[in-house]
């Protein structure tokens, strides 16, 4: 379910058409792909979705000068799985808040 609805939002915050259903790690490597082709051909795009999804620039910066040699893509691919993850989450929490609620007090 969660995979699920991870796909579901990567697809919409990148405008991409990943399948709907697929194991996390071809979801990883489906992304790494995308990644990689952005960063060769279309930078200013891959800019636009990290400062959408709202990945940390100092923590990407970090990782890309901690693991120098390493696939950029692979680095981006899991940060922004875990931030999307880290929305999911929220969402979650909130929602269920919400349903201790009643309606009265609700805006």
């Known amino acids: 379910?969660?995979?699920?609805?991870?796909?579901?939002?990567?697809?919409?915050?990148?405008?991409?058409?990943?399948?709907?259903h697929m194991p996390f790690d071809e979801l990883r490597r489906a992304l790494q792909a995308i990644i990689n082709k952005m960063i060769a051909?279309?930078?200013?795009?891959?800019?636009?979705?990290?400062?959408?999804?709202?990945?940390?620039?100092?923590?990407?910066?970090?990782?890309?000068?901690e693991n120098v040699g390493s696939d950029a893509a692979d680095i981006i691919a899991d940060l922004i799985i875990e931030r999307q993850l880290?929305?999911?989450?929220?969402?979650?929490?909130?929602?269920?808040?919400?349903d201790n609620i009643s309606d009265e007090e609700k805006w």
């Open 1 to 20: 379910m969660e995979d699920q609805l991870l796909i579901e939002i990567i697809n919409y915050e990148m405008d991409v058409e990943l399948p709907a």
């Open 41 to 65: 051909f279309d930078f200013q795009k891959l800019v636009n979705i990290l400062y959408r999804v709202d990945v940390n620039e100092r923590k990407l910066k970090f990782l890309l000068q």
């Open 86 to 98: 880290e929305k999911i989450r929220t969402r979650r929490e909130f929602s269920s808040h919400d």
